[in-house]
């Protein structure tokens, strides 16, 4: 699956609402959806929620993703074209393609929060991922011959966590947020992915679920 971004910068607003929803909520079931972006990550956040429930690999590889992150709240929530147009032409948070994004957390480098700047949305899709990575990384870890590097986690877990500091709106956090409750969302995820680093807990789950009715 690959994306280009679309050559012009000032797409008019209901061909960007189709891509922002697509982005947010919809499966890519072929090439042609691809030109639309947000509703992707939906489904993909979600299909980690399960994998943490019930330690089921998700079925969208990381490898596949070639979407841009999504764009902030704000202009997502916009009610008028004036309104969005306002929004999207000052300085809203960058929306880089995945990959090169979530590869820039692995850095020892510590990688400026600018750099690692992106959206609410985007934030928590990066660190559902970290978390996702590290709960595939405990299952290939039991392979024999397989040594996984487990401090490059711990330098993503401290670069993911820069960058969502150094963004105000995570000091405004909570489900009555202003600025809505993606943050403290996010936040939640990096404990639990914390937690995942230094303990996995994927085989008590596993009882867990035979106990189930």
């Known amino acids: ?71 902030s709240e704000e202009e997502w929530s916009a009610e008028t074209s004036s309104e969005w147009s306002t929004l999207h032409t000052s300085t809203p948070p960058p929306t880089p393609l995945f990959k090169p994004a979530f590869e820039l957390l692995f850095l020892e480098t510590s990688p400026t929060a600018q750099t690692l700047r992106y959206s609410e949305f985007g934030g928590y899709i990066m660190i559902s ?12 870890a039991s392979t024999p011959a397989i040594d996984v590097n487990w401090h490059k986690f711990d330098v993503a877990l401290d670069n993911w966590q820069r960058s969502w500091n150094a963004d105000p709106k995570s000091h405004s956090t909570g489900p009555s947020s202003p600025f809505g409750a993606m943050a403290f969302n996010a936040s939640a995820i990096y404990r639990a992915a914390s937690i995942r680093r230094v303990r996995d807990y994927s085989k008590y789950l596993s009882s867990l679920t035979l106990l189930l009715p």
């Open 129 to 140: 991922a970290l978390n996702s990575v590290i709960m595939n990384a405990y299952r290939v």
């Open 1 to 71: 699956m690959t994306y280009s971004p679309p050559s012009s910068a000032d797409l008019p607003w209901s061909t960007w609402i189709y891509q922002e929803e697509f982005r947010r909520y919809l499966l890519p079931f072929s090439q042609i959806y691809l030109t639309l972006q947000r509703t992707y990550y939906v489904s993909f956040c979600f299909l980690i929620q399960l994998q943490m429930l019930y330690d089921i690999p998700t079925s969208l590889p990381i490898s596949e993703i070639s979407l841009p992150l999504p764009s």
